[in-house]
């Protein structure tokens, strides 16, 4: 299978596992799919929806924010 399939599936394992609430598989899912493509992980849309959900979540894994400071990606804060 090529890469690309193998990173989709895993981003859309993450995103299933998210909606079941359970954020560390997800984000276990999205650390695989960045290890196979690095840039479609950060690039995608849905993983960077994804990352973004994880951190509004009270005390969010200390992975996820390591996640979206390569991902370049922000909560969905006020930009000052």
């Known amino acids: 299978m090529p890469v690309e399939r193998q990173v989709r599936h895993a981003i859309e394992t993450a995103r299933a596992f998210a909606r079941w609430n359970r954020i560390d598989d997800a984000l276990a899912a999205l650390l695989d799919a960045e290890t ?39 909560t969905g804060g006020p930009r000052w």
Do not use: F, K
Not at 59 to 70: G, K
């Open 36 to 74: 196979l493509g690095p840039d479609q992980v950060r690039y995608h849309q849905l993983s960077r929806d994804l990352v973004r959900d994880i951190l509004t979540r009270p005390r969010p894994p200390r992975l996820a924010v390591e996640l979206s400071d390569r991902m370049g990606v922000r």
